[in-house]
C-alpha cells in the first residue's frame, strides 16, 4: 500500500460500515467545524450576552431591524415577561405590556413597520417603536404567526389560521376571517417558502396557500418541532422523528441520512422523544445547529452529552458541537456593524444568562472546549494484513491537540489499545511503529480539551505495506 496521505478530512458518516469507509471519513467529530475544505479547525467559543433578565432562561429569542434601516431591537421572553435591548447592545429592559403567560412560547411577525406577538390562549399585542406593546381586543390569540400578502397569519391551538385585514396587524374584524386547515392534527407552524405561505399540522402534514389556492404537500414529515427550523437561502431545515429535513416550497427532502443513528437506532438511544418537539435550532453563517440534547449511536456506543446537531449546508456534512451551556433558544440577527451575530440562552442556566456565539472567542465563557475526532482506514481491503512503519500527523503550529493510533483486526473499539503519536505543537508529529505492528484495520483520533488558539488539523500519512492477499 506504500503510503497513504489522509489530507482530506470529511465529516461524520455513521451509516456506513466501518469497512466501507472512504479515507478521511469520521465515525466522532465533536467541537470541529471545516475553515478550509479538507481541514478541520476547533469551533469558536462565546462569551455572555447582555445580562440576566429575571434570571429566567429565554423560552424564545428574536430580532427587529425597523424600516429605518438603522434602529435594531433583540428580545427575549424570558419567565412571562418579554425584553427588549436597544440595538441588541444595551442592557435588557421590560416591554411596556410585555407580561405573557410564562411557560408558553411567543411567535412574532412584521407588517407594515408595525411588528405583531402571538402565543397560545393569550391575548396577542403590537408595538410600532419596539419597546412597549399595545393590546389587540380582536385578534387571534395563538402562537405561529407569520406575515404574507399584506397580511398576518396566525394559528397554532386547532387547525383555524386566521388572519387579519390587509395592511394591519391591529384590525381582525373587517376583512378578517379564517382558512381551515384540513386533516389530522393540529397548526404547529407557519412560515414563508417560494413566496408562499407554508402551515404544518403536529401529525406531519403540510399545506401551501399562495393567496388564492390551499394546497396539500406530497408529504407526511413536517416539522415536529417548529423551534428547530431555521432558514437559508428560502430553504427551510427542520427536526422530525425521521431525520432531518430540507423544504425549498416543493416537497421535503431527508438531508440527515448519514447520522440517521444519532437520530434514532435500534438501541433507542438516538434523540430523545421530547426533544423531538422542542429543540430549537437556528442557521449561522450556512451552519444549520439544533439542540437535541444527548445521544448515542449503536455504530460506535459513544455517546454525545448535551447534543448541537450540526449540517454545513454549502458542504452537505454533518458534526457535533456540544456547548458548556445547553441552549434553550438561538438565534441570529445583523448587528450594528451589518455582521451576522448569533445568541443563545441555556437552559441549564440558572441566572437566566445569554450568550453570543464566535467572533475571537476560544472558550464556552471561561470553559475549555473539548474536542474529539475519530476514523478508522481500511486501505481499500480490510480483509488484508497490513504493516505498519510510520505515521505523520500533520496540524497547525502550536497545536497542543494528542493523536493516537491503533491496530485491530475488527470493528471492535473496546479493545483497542492506543498509542500516542507525538507532540503536534512544531505542527508536525513523526511516530515510528514498534517492528512487526500488523492489523487489518488503523483506527486514529485526536484529542484536545483547553483554552488555547484554535488550531487546524490537516490530516496525516501513514507508511506500510499490505501482507499476502
Known amino acids: 500500500m506504500a503510503k497513504l496521505r489522509v489530507l482530506n478530512l470529511g465529516s461524520l458518516n455513521l451509516k456506513v460500515s466501518g469497512f466501507l469507509h472512504q479515507s478521511g471519513e469520521l465515525i466522532r467529530c465533536l467541537n470541529c467545524?471545516?475553515?478550509?475544505?479538507?481541514?478541520?479547525?476547533?469551533?469558536?467559543?462565546y462569551v455572555n450576552y447582555l445580562g440576566t433578565a429575571n434570571g429566567s432562561a429565554a423560552l424564545d429569542l428574536w430580532s427587529w431591524q425597523k424600516d429605518d434601516g438603522t434602529t435594531i431591537y433583540t428580545y427575549r421572553n424570558s419567565g412571562g415577561i418579554v425584553y427588549y435591548s436597544t440595538q441588541g447592545t444595551v442592557e435588557w429592559a421590560v416591554c411596556g405590556n410585555g407580561t405573557v403567560t410564562a411557560g408558553e412560547h411567543v411567535g412574532h411577525a412584521?407588517?407594515?413597520?408595525?411588528?405583531?406577538?402571538?402565543?397560545?390562549?393569550?391575548?396577542?399585542?403590537?408595538?410600532?417603536?419596539?419597546?412597549?406593546?399595545?393590546?389587540?381586543?380582536?385578534?387571534?390569540?395563538?402562537?405561529?404567526?407569520?406575515s404574507k400578502f399584506n397580511r398576518i397569519w396566525n394559528g397554532g391551538t386547532a387547525s383555524n389560521l386566521f388572519f387579519s385585514t390587509q395592511g394591519t396587524v391591529s384590525d381582525w374584524t373587517s376583512d378578517s376571517s379564517s382558512i381551515k386547515i384540513p386533516g389530522a392534527g393540529k397548526i404547529n407552524g407557519a412560515f414563508v417558502a417560494n413566496d408562499?405561505?407554508?402551515?404544518?399540522?403536529?401529525?406531519?402534514i403540510m399545506f401551501t396557500y399562495d393567496d388564492f389556492n390551499l394546497r396539500q404537500v406530497p408529504t407526511d414529515l413536517g416539522p415536529t418541532s417548529p423551534y428547530s427550523r431555521a432558514e437559508v437561502e428560502d430553504f427551510?431545515?427542520?427536526?422530525?422523528?425521521?431525520g432531518f429535513m430540507g423544504y425549498g416550497g416543493n416537497r421535503p427532502e431527508l438531508l440527515s441520512n448519514a447520522v440517521e443513528k444519532q437520530i434514532y437506532n435500534d438501541a433507542g438511544n438516538g434523540i430523545a422523544g421530547t426533544s423531538f418537539d422542542q429543540a430549537p435550532g437556528v442557521v449561522f453563517k450556512y451552519d444549520y445547529l439544533c439542540a437535541v440534547g444527548t445521544v448515542?449511536?449503536?455504530?460506535?456506543?459513544?455517546?454525545?452529552?448535551?447534543?448541537?446537531?450540526?449540517?454545513?449546508?454549502?458542504?452537505?456534512e454533518w458534526s457535533n458541537y456540544k456547548f458548556n451551556d445547553f441552549p434553550s433558544s438561538l438565534h441570529t440577527f445583523k448587528n450594528d456593524a451589518g455582521d451576522d451575530q448569533m445568541i443563545f440562552s441555556s437552559g441549564a442556566a440558572l441566572d437566566g444568562q445569554c450568550y453570543t456565539f464566535g467572533g475571537t472567542a476560544i472558550s464556552d465563557n471561561g470553559i475549555p472546549i473539548e474536542c474529539q475526532v475519530e476514523g478508522v482506514l481500511n486501505f481499500g481491503n480490510p480483509e488484508q494484513d497490513k504493516v505498519f512503519h510510520r505515521i505523520w500527523a500533520?496540524?497547525?503550529?502550536?497545536?497542543?491537540?494528542?493523536?493516537?493510533?491503533?491496530?485491530?483486526?475488527?470493528?471492535?473499539?473496546?479493545?483497542?489499545k492506543w498509542q500516542a503519536v507525538g507532540d503536534l505543537r512544531m505542527g508536525i508529529a513523526k511516530y515510528?511503529?514498534?517492528?512487526?505492528s500488523?492489523?487489518?484495520?488503523?483506527?486514529?483520533k485526536l484529542m484536545e480539551n483547553s483554552k488555547d488558539t484554535r488550531f487546524q488539523w490537516y490530516g496525516f500519512v501513514v507508511d506500510g505495506e499490505g501482507i499476502g492477499e
Not at 128 to 141: L, N, W
Not at 236 to 242: E, M, N, P, V
Not at 432 to 436: L, Y
Not at 438 to 444: A, C, S, T
Open 33 to 45: 467545524e471545516k475553515d478550509q475544505i479538507g481541514a478541520l479547525k476547533k469551533r469558536p467559543g
Open 110 to 146: 412584521v407588517l407594515e413597520g408595525t411588528m405583531m406577538i402571538g402565543f397560545a390562549g393569550g391575548t396577542p399585542r403590537y408595538t410600532t417603536d419596539g419597546t412597549s406593546f399595545t393590546t389587540i381586543t380582536a385578534g387571534a390569540k395563538e402562537e405561529f404567526t407569520v
Open 196 to 204: 408562499r405561505v407554508v402551515i404544518s399540522k403536529n401529525s406531519g
Open 236 to 242: 427551510h431545515i427542520y427536526l422530525t422523528r425521521k
Open 296 to 316: 448515542k449511536d449503536d455504530l460506535t456506543d459513544e455517546e454525545v452529552g448535551d447534543c448541537i446537531m450540526k449540517y454545513d449546508y454549502q458542504l452537505d
Open 394 to 416: 500533520l496540524a497547525s503550529p502550536g497545536c497542543n491537540a494528542k493523536v493516537s493510533v491503533a491496530l485491530s483486526d475488527s470493528f471492535n473499539r473496546n479493545s483497542l
Open 432 to 436: 515510528t511503529f514498534p517492528r512487526e
Open 438 to 444: 500488523r492489523g487489518k484495520l488503523l483506527f486514529w
